[in-house]
């Protein structure tokens, strides 16, 4: 019906039936805009008929009409993951033009979602226009395609364009940042290749919490996995100073990496025996790696390796790792020391100092979002998690979310991340109304100064700091 009108109707009909797909019923106080938080979402089309209506909707596009043609833009959202590179194709072409338009609906945290590959065929006309994207270098346009190429899988078929290769290296070169690193680690020649390498060693010595993320999960998902990048793997492990090695620890999860073995073979063997469990923390370089964070003088660092170590069986079992635990000195950091011997969770008030949470903590909670409201403000009348915009009293609220033993695992740090939906049926511990709150997710600075704080960060060891 909708694909009908937009075929037959009249162009004022056409304008209402595209602003009536993505409308947002407006609430006193919220602009109307697509859903951030706690507002209302406009209708998603989930059809088997969703070709027809994506046809009706780019017929509506018209550089002439200026009115209709960002309607159409922002109608195509209602689409969602039935979205085709064809609907990708036209917004490339329209960014000179309607940059700012395509930028609000499609780009990051936008609902819209592109595509670049679907039904086992590369469109070169998209090719094309990517590459030439790149080359640009518009700022609306890279936010764009550099997300798109980032969620292809390492070495699709879409990425092996030499053209399209050589311009996503010279971005590369030219603009490290997270956005570029994670487009360019899904080329597998550039990241086979020196530029690579030499940009993940100076994005892991950066103080950007994003790019480090984007460096560390290089590292692990390109490099640690691969048997034949052994060399590698351990020059980035030892290049890991600060942030960078809290992130790579958080980050060493054996049921989520599993060892590339696709490009091992009889003419090319692993350089390094896999062990027999396929478990990366059996690999002697990376117990080593624990076993130096652990002693490590940055005490976050130790508590990353600490809280990594009794977690994992593999590492508890390595005597060298036993040893470093059982000589953490109680002077280079109280919380590693009360942890490294408790056997159940210590009291919150000899883990989490309140000086740093009124000062670095607090501060997160009552700052406004993209939606314009602050933690406080929702969580004001919110039974479960109380916020009251005093400090001794969110001291205790936050406390009550808080894993000593499991930081990473503590609600507080990963409530923000999530999305406001529920897979599970446990709606209170999978979905966050507010929605994401941090865009970087863990690679941000308020994940990491709450998981410092949680690790028994101290004012003092923070006072010279912003």
């Given at each position: 019906?909708?694909?009908?009108?937009?075929?037959?109707?009249?162009?004022?009909?056409?304008?209402?039936?595209?602003?009536?797909?993505?409308?947002?019923?407006?609430?006193?106080?919220?602009?109307?805009?697509?859903?951030?938080?706690?507002?209302?979402?406009?209708?998603?089309?989930?059809?088997?008929?969703?070709?027809?209506?994506?046809?009706?909707?780019?017929?509506?596009?018209?550089?002439?009409?200026?009115?209709?043609?960002?309607?159409?833009?922002?109608?195509?959202?209602?689409?969602?993951?039935?979205?085709?590179?064809?609907?990708?194709?036209?917004?490339?072409?329209?960014?000179?033009?309607?940059?700012?338009?395509?930028?609000?609906?499609?780009?990051?945290?936008?609902?819209?979602?592109?595509?670049?590959?679907?039904?086992?065929?590369?469109?070169?006309?998209?090719?094309?226009?990517?590459?030439?994207?790149?080359?640009?270098?518009?700022?609306?346009?890279?936010?764009?395609?550099?997300?798109?190429?980032?969620?292809?899988?390492?070495?699709?078929?879409?990425?092996?364009?030499?053209?399209?290769?050589?311009?996503?290296?010279?971005?590369?070169?030219?603009?490290?940042?997270?956005?570029?690193?994670?487009?360019?680690?899904?080329?597998?020649?550039?990241?086979?290749?020196?530029?690579?390498?030499?940009?993940?060693?100076?994005?892991?010595?950066?103080?950007?919490?994003?790019?480090?993320?984007?460096?560390?999960?290089?590292?692990?998902?390109?490099?640690?996995?691969?048997?034949?990048?052994?060399?590698?793997?351990?020059?980035?492990?030892?290049?890991?100073?600060?942030?960078?090695?809290?992130?790579?620890?958080?980050?060493?999860?054996?049921?989520?990496?599993?060892?590339?073995?696709?490009?091992?073979?009889?003419?090319?063997?692993?350089?390094?025996?896999?062990?027999?469990?396929?478990?990366?923390?059996?690999?002697?370089?990376?117990q080593n790696f624990v076993r130096s964070s652990l002693q490590d003088k940055d005490p976050q660092v130790q508590a990353a390796a600490l809280d990594l170590a009794r977690k994992q069986p593999r590492l508890r079992q390595n005597g060298a790792i036993q040893m470093a635990i059982a000589t953490l000195s109680e002077g280079s950091s109280p919380r590693n020391h009360i942890v490294s011997k408790a056997m159940s969770a210590p009291p919150?008030?000899?883990?989490?100092?309140?000086?740093?949470?009124?000062?670095?903590?607090?501060?997160?909670?009552?700052?406004?979002?993209?939606?314009?409201?602050?933690?406080?403000?929702?969580?004001?009348?919110?039974?479960?998690?109380?916020?009251?915009?005093?400090?001794?009293?969110?001291?205790?609220?936050?406390?009550?979310?808080?894993?000593?033993?499991?930081?990473?695992?503590?609600?507080?740090?990963?409530?923000?991340?999530?999305?406001?939906?529920?897979?599970?049926?446990?709606?209170?511990?999978?979905?966050?109304?507010?929605?994401?709150?941090?865009?970087?997710?863990?690679?941000?600075?308020?994940?990491?100064?709450?998981?410092?704080?949680?690790?028994?960060?101290?004012?003092?060891?923070?006072?010279?700091?912003?």
């Amino acid at each position: 019906m909708l694909a009908s009108k937009l075929r037959n109707g009249s162009r004022g009909q056409r304008l209402l039936v595209l602003t009536a797909m993505t409308t947002v019923v407006g609430v006193d106080g919220f602009p109307k805009r697509t859903r951030v938080g706690n507002d209302m979402e406009p209708p998603q089309i989930l059809s088997d008929n969703s070709a027809e209506l994506e046809k009706a909707i780019l017929a509506c596009i018209d550089p002439q009409d200026r009115e209709l043609t960002e309607a159409a833009i922002r109608a195509g959202t209602a689409l969602s993951d039935l979205i085709t590179p064809a609907f990708t194709k036209a917004m490339l072409r329209l960014l000179p033009e309607f940059g700012r338009t395509i930028a609000d609906a499609w780009g990051p945290d936008s609902r819209g979602r592109l595509s670049l590959y679907r039904s086992g065929h590369v469109d070169i006309d998209v090719q094309q226009l990517v590459r030439e994207t790149l080359n640009k270098r518009d700022p609306q346009g890279l936010a764009i395609v550099l997300p798109l190429l980032a969620e292809l899988d390492y070495g699709h078929t879409f990425t092996r364009e030499p053209y399209l290769t050589g311009a996503m290296e010279h971005l590369l070169r030219d603009e490290l940042n997270e956005q570029t690193m994670n487009a360019a680690a899904v080329f597998w020649d550039v990241v086979n290749g020196p530029l690579m390498r030499s940009q993940v060693l100076s994005a892991l010595e950066s103080s950007n919490g994003a790019l480090v993320r984007a460096a560390v999960s290089v590292v692990l998902e390109r490099y640690l996995i691969n048997p034949n990048m052994m060399e590698l793997t351990l020059q980035y492990l030892a290049a890991s100073r600060g942030l960078a090695r809290r992130i790579l620890l958080d980050a060493l999860d054996p049921d989520r990496l599993t060892f590339r073995t696709d490009q091992v073979s009889a003419y090319s063997p692993p350089r390094i025996p896999i062990p027999a469990d396929a478990n990366i923390l059996g690999l002697p370089h990376v117990q080593n790696f624990v076993r130096s964070s652990l002693q490590d003088k940055d005490p976050q660092v130790q508590a990353a390796a600490l809280d990594l170590a009794r977690k994992q069986p593999r590492l508890r079992q390595n005597g060298a790792i036993q040893m470093a635990i059982a000589t953490l000195s109680e002077g280079s950091s109280p919380r590693n020391h009360i942890v490294s011997k408790a056997m159940s969770a210590p009291p919150i008030e000899a883990i989490l100092d309140f000086e740093f949470f009124r000062q670095r903590v607090h501060p997160i909670f009552t700052k406004p979002g993209p939606d314009g409201r602050s933690c406080v403000m929702c969580h004001a009348s919110n039974s479960r998690f109380p916020l009251r915009s005093d400090a001794k009293a969110d001291f205790r609220s936050v406390a009550s979310k808080v894993d000593v033993l499991n930081p990473v695992a503590s609600a507080i740090l990963s409530k923000p991340l999530l999305p406001g939906t529920t897979t599970d049926g446990d709606v209170f511990r999978t979905s966050h109304n507010g929605g994401q709150r941090w865009p970087d997710r863990t690679g941000s600075s308020e994940y990491q100064v709450i998981l410092e704080w949680i690790r028994g960060a101290q004012i003092t060891e923070h006072q010279d700091k912003p």
